[in-house]
């Protein structure tokens, strides 16, 4: 059937056919038997390749007339209109059209969804700090708006990484700053002021504490980095900070996103191959506990209960936030007072050559004691006391003083605090010798460095 065409049907020699119907009507068959299949057929001859032969064979054209496809031959050219082809090709590729149609759908409705708040939300969050943002926890933390832009850092040459993730007002949903170089985490904690960190201890075992403004840091040590210039171990400071906590399910958000962007951090500037654990499920920073003056002899501020106390010190508590691993410890001892609790004297113990170095902000005081000639020492005065120590190979310092000088007002305090200078002094020098033994024996440190009476600072 050399002679076929794409539409199925016979076709004679074009030159024959011009050649017998000269009017262009076209040569019509001898009979309906040879024109249903014998080999000497012929039909009208139209452009489409079909013939005007009713009895033509199934083969050529369909019962209304319309060309049906067959398979080519060599060489033969495609005929029939742009349409007729297209219906033919669907009629072939039913199936395959209709995914290809599917497909085209749902990548446009996904580009789309993309291209929408919602979905320029879920590429955010799977993008900020680089992927690691735990999902459901950024959903709690992100209490209002829709998420605009990120940014992250990696500099493990200096030592530094950071990632940040705004919403479309503009404000901080989640900030990251990790740091492992001595000056840069004194820098970021010299900011704080020394009244009052720990805000809050953190739960478990985890090496930090929590501000009052929405911020967790933790210090994990850096084995893998070795020691700094000075020769001391390496530790990585990372603050995590989210702000306008309000409920408890946003500060456990906050602990979990801070432990997880902190084994993060550490990886990225090859800190340690160790993890720290997760807090348990609902765990949030505390205060501590507040136990009365009388019972703090069993607790880590026991230095503090045998602090002299005048008449008017009812209702003495103390304020205990101190833990196994926190850089920062402290103690704080409070009295009733009319409008509430009003603070005496503070018990600190900074851990880490960054709290050893640090100004404290506002007040213009070093962090550890030192001489007339600058030299960081243990001295003590009327407000103040200092004491040192090595814990872990780092240093530690301890610090005594009243609260700004003693209570609010004059009256209060001369009835709680010893009458005079030479006696406030003695107070704080024994006080803070007493603490800082009983850290160095809890913590196993060495090379303790106590006050003694001639160590006392010049008026």
Known sequence: MAGEGISGGRTGDPDEGAAEEPSGTGARGEGPGEGAGGEGAAGEVRPGGGTSDEGASDEGASRDGSPVSGPPTAGARPTGSLGQRARAWLRRHRKGAWAVV??????????????SPAGQDWRLA????????????????R??????DEETFSAPQVGQYGCLLRNDEGKVVVSVQAFTRARDQRRVLGRLGEEAPPYRLLPGALPGYAGDDGEIHLMPECPKLGKDTAGDPRRMLVT???????????????LRTAVTLTNHASERL??????????????????????????????????LSRVPLGEGAEGA??????????????????????????????????????GADSDAQGVGQDRRGRDADGDPTPVWDASRAWATARCGG????????????????????RRVLPRTDEEKGTVLRET???????????????GLDLPGADDRLPE
């Not at 993008?127 to 933390?141: F, H, I, S, V």
């Not at 301890?398 to 209060?412: K, L, N, V």
């Open 102 to 115: 599917g497909v085209v759908v749902v990548l446009a409705a996904g580009a789309g969804l993309l291209q």
């Open 126 to 141: 799977r993008k900020a700090c680089e992927g690691k943002l735990p999902g459901d926890d950024l959903e709690t933390l």
């Open 143 to 148: 209490t209002a708006g829709h998420l605009e």
């Open 240 to 254: 995590t900070w989210v702000p306008f906590l309000e409920s408890r399910a946003e500060r456990a958000a906050l």
């Open 270 to 303: 090859g800190c340690d191959d160790r993890q720290l654990a997760a807090p348990r499920d609902g765990a949030v920073p505390h205060d501590g506990a507040q136990v009365r003056l009388a019972e703090v002899s069993r607790t880590p501020c026991a230095a």
């Open 317 to 354: 508590k103390v304020r205990v936030r101190v833990s196994e691993r926190t850089p920062v410890a402290r103690c704080s001892l409070s009295v009733s007072g009319a409008d509430g609790r009003r603070p005496v004297l503070d018990l600190v113990a900074w851990y880490g050559n960054w």
């Open 394 to 413: 780092e240093a530690a310092s301890f610090d005594a003083h009243w609260h700004s000088g003693g209570t609010a007002d004059g009256r209060a305090e």
């Open 432 to 446: 803070v010798s007493r603490f800082a033994r009983d850290e160095a024996r809890r913590r196993g440190c060495d």
